[in-house]
């Protein structure tokens, strides 16, 4: 919430209250030359409107659209944006983010609204975004992080470059995913191991504990324990670190829970 609050700063605006916004797809634009399309991604209607303004004022920049992350995928496919720019404000966002990637390739997934801490790093590389905007960026930095995206290039600060070349040394020496060698998730328990599955695949607490048939309080003290033995403090850390052990040691869902991660998550509760 504070990386959303120095987000609506960033641009002088303020927040309209926490209900999720309808999407605001908008149809695509005319043929646009060489012009950067770009999509704007947000559950936040206020900072799809404000980025739309800001990049609408850019030269060589279109915004072909905006919308929310639960229509991202079907809008990135239909308006073939060269970017698309998503909210990295709330957690679990970072989850849509990785299936835009992977889903959609051909779109470049810059993130914003990024504190740039050291875990925040590594789980927006493990997620394969390819550029970021800092939390606390001016409105110049935008452009010049998505050009730089479009070059394959990374606009970081040294310290966010130092963090990647230390966790690109890590997998190399201990060939465990980026996990260090005592890997934290075999001292999770087999329910924390299966909730960790289902975070991983964006799910909520409540569409969790529908599906496992359990209580939403029983859910939040699940994700308490796996935040504290991870020493994470957000939905998308958790799953960034869980991922390739869960991949490694825990046997694929059922088909009950299966058909339960096909449910696309409103967002991400705590």
């Known amino acids: 919430m504070a990386s959303a609050n120095r987000a609506r700063q960033a641009f002088g605006t303020r927040p309209h209250g926490d209900a999720p916004p309808t999407a605001q797809a908008t149809a695509p634009w005319p043929q646009t030359g060489g012009l950067l399309r770009v999509l704007v ?99 110049e930095d935008v452009v010049a992080v998505l050009k730089s995206a479009m070059r394959d290039e990374l606009l970081c600060s040294p310290r966010a470059a130092a963090t990647l070349c230390h966790h690109v040394a890590v997998l190399s020496r201990d060939g465990h995913g980026g996990l260090p060698a005592e890997s934290p998730a075999p001292a999770l328990s087999k329910r924390e191991l299966e909730i960790g599955d289902l975070i991983d695949r964006g799910l909520s607490n409540k569409q969790i504990a529908r599906q496992l048939g359990i209580q939403v309080t029983t859910v939040k003290n699940h994700v308490h324990n796996i935040f504290d033995k991870l020493k994470v403090h957000r939905r998308g850390e958790a799953a960034a670190c869980l991922r390739t052990a869960l991949r490694r040691t825990h046997p694929p869902l059922p088909d009950r829970a299966r058909q339960g991660a096909e449910i696309t998550p409103r967002g991400a509760g705590s």
């Open 41 to 139: 991604v947000s559950e936040i209607r206020l900072f799809q409107d404000a980025f739309a303004a800001l990049l609408g004022d850019q030269a060589g920049v279109c915004v072909v659209g905006a919308t929310n992350p639960l229509q991202a995928s079907a809008q990135t496919s239909e308006l073939r944006p060269d970017i698309v720019l998503f909210d990295a404000t709330r957690a679990g966002n970072l989850g849509y983010a990785r299936t835009l990637a992977d889903q959609v390739p051909a779109a470049k997934v810059v993130a914003f609204g990024v504190a740039e801490t050291d875990t925040e790093i590594v789980a927006l590389a493990a997620a394969g975004i390819a550029g970021y905007v800092r939390d606390d960026a001016a409105s």
